[in-house]
């Protein structure tokens, strides 16, 4: 796919991640419609995507509630890629994990990409055409300690993509799907990034336009999967063909990191 010209939808685009995608996909020309709970950061990423020669509309958005999902899919009119994005992160040991908040993320993490892609797939089955770039992690595809109810929603967010690619792929409408490790962003500052495994703090973290980047590929050539960076590409390899080793292994190297 040619993406100038064409009509993107993107969650939880007024920081990190989102927003370099949607500054990404402006500079390949395409037309962003944007939604974000925060808007006067959400009308800042428009106007950077407006200043690039694109149209550009942002539409405050809670995708927890079906209603304002449909309200952000009906701003673009014809959608030709969605970028489900929008999600947060709460890292706690499962003992300690509060119900509520495991909740909210499931709310916004799992929940709003399916409230979003229900909204946009009417029109896409019935043009056969479309593409839905879906951004999980490499918690999707490995649990790691004190990050339970976060792995949960990704481990979720992938079973659904997967399966919705084996529904609509030979109607026209292709799925992919992008896992970073740790992104550099307000994103991991907030869910407390010293949380995480020692161990899996190791893999450096990525620029989110570095990101951005891997999505707007991805929509350009709807290949499935990209994992990134290398380090992480590699030991979510090992993980899938190996993984009570690489459970083993993330265990001890943090267990020895953690006594210095």
Known sequence: MDLRGKTVVITGASSGIGRATAIEMARRGANVVIGARRMPQLEETAAACRALGVSAIAVQTDVTKPEECKRLIDAAQRVDVLVNNAGFAIFDAIADAD????????????????????????????????????????TGIMGFARMG?????????IGFTEALR????????????VCPGTTDSEFFVKAERGMMPTASRLMIAVKPQRVARAICNAAEDGRYRRILPLLAMTYMRLKELFPRFAHFLMRRTSSLLERK
């Open 99 to 138: 119900p509520g908040e495991l909740r909210e993320l499931m709310d916004t993490n799992y929940f709003g990409t399916v409230h979003c892609t229900q909204a946009v797939l009417p029109q896409m089955l019935e043009r056969s055409e479309g593409t839905i770039v879906n951004v999980s992690s490499i």
């Open 149 to 157: 109810g976060y792995c949960a929603t990704k481990f979720a967010l």
């Open 166 to 177: 084996d529904e609509v792929l030979s109607r026209g409408v292709r799925v992919a799907l």
